[in-house]
């Protein structure tokens, strides 16, 4: 079964105090990988996605890579205002032979100024 | 200005009630998609359209219906049938590009409570 696991829960930072989220996975067969952060009451939105193990891709503070087996979500001299839940998800093929997206429970970001 | 739209922002459904839930987008994509999202849970699919009249089930399927009559539109039926309606409700819609390009956009969500 495909599986997407994000640690930690959820991560207080300091402003400033860079780090790192994880997002491991297990999928038969990967067609892609998508960062989405999320801000309470509100629907996700789209930050990233990635296919190729080594790449990289960045905007603003955040840069996101992926390895064969997980992806990680730096945060660089984050502020107050990147607080959110950061998703992860993968984008694999249902029975049918659509795509479909498998999403993990989000890490919650707090960052104090 | 393009997006989706989802209303209403709130919804509250009283027992042995049908409520629909509103999806439009003006992005022009083919595919759309309905999820729940429950606290501490990942976002869990519900149903997904390809294309204009034809819709599939998604994981949690059971006490929900769909329609896909408008490229635009995808209204969720939430019947009685389902017992634990209380949730986030969220819509999104792609273009069917294929694998790490075929990216879901979502909208702004429906909070459905149970009176």
């Known amino acids: 079964e495909d599986q997407v696991t994000q640690s930690p829960e959820a991560l207080r930072l300091q402003e400033g105090e860079s780090s790192s989220l994880n997002c491991s996975y297990t999928?038969?067969?990967?067609?892609?990988l998508f960062w989405y952060r999320q801000d309470p009451g509100k629907g996700p939105e789209f930050l990233f996605t990635l296919y190729s193990a080594g790449e990289e891709k960045e905007k603003e503070r955040l840069k996101a890579t992926l390895t064969k087996k997980e992806s990680f979500l730096h945060i660089t001299a984050p502020k107050p205002e990147d607080s959110a839940t950061y998703l992860c998800a993968v984008q694999t093929l249902t029975q049918g032979g659509s795509e479909k997206l498998v999403f993990g429970k989000g890490t919650k970001l707090t960052v104090n100024p | 200005d393009g997006g989706i739209t989802q209303s209403p922002k709130y919804l509250f459904r009283k027992e042995g009630q049908n409520v629909t839930l509103s999806c439009e987008q003006n992005?022009?994509?083919?595919?759309m998609y309905w999820y729940r999202q429950d606290p501490g849970q990942g976002l869990r699919l519900i149903y997904y359209s390809q294309i204009v009249n034809d819709f599939q089930k998604g994981d949690i399927a059971e006490g929900y219906s769909v329609s896909r009559e408008k490229k635009e539109s995808f209204p969720l039926t939430v019947t009685s049938a389902q017992k634990n309606p209380t949730a986030f409700y969220l819509c999104?819609?792609?273009?069917?590009?294929?694998?790490?390009?075929?990216?879901?956009?979502f909208g702004a969500g429906t909070r459905l409570s149970v009176l």
């Open positions: 999928v038969s067969g990967l067609r892609g």
């Open positions: 992005l022009n994509h083919d595919a």
């Open positions: 999104a819609s792609s273009n069917r590009a294929g694998g790490a390009k075929n990216i879901q956009y």
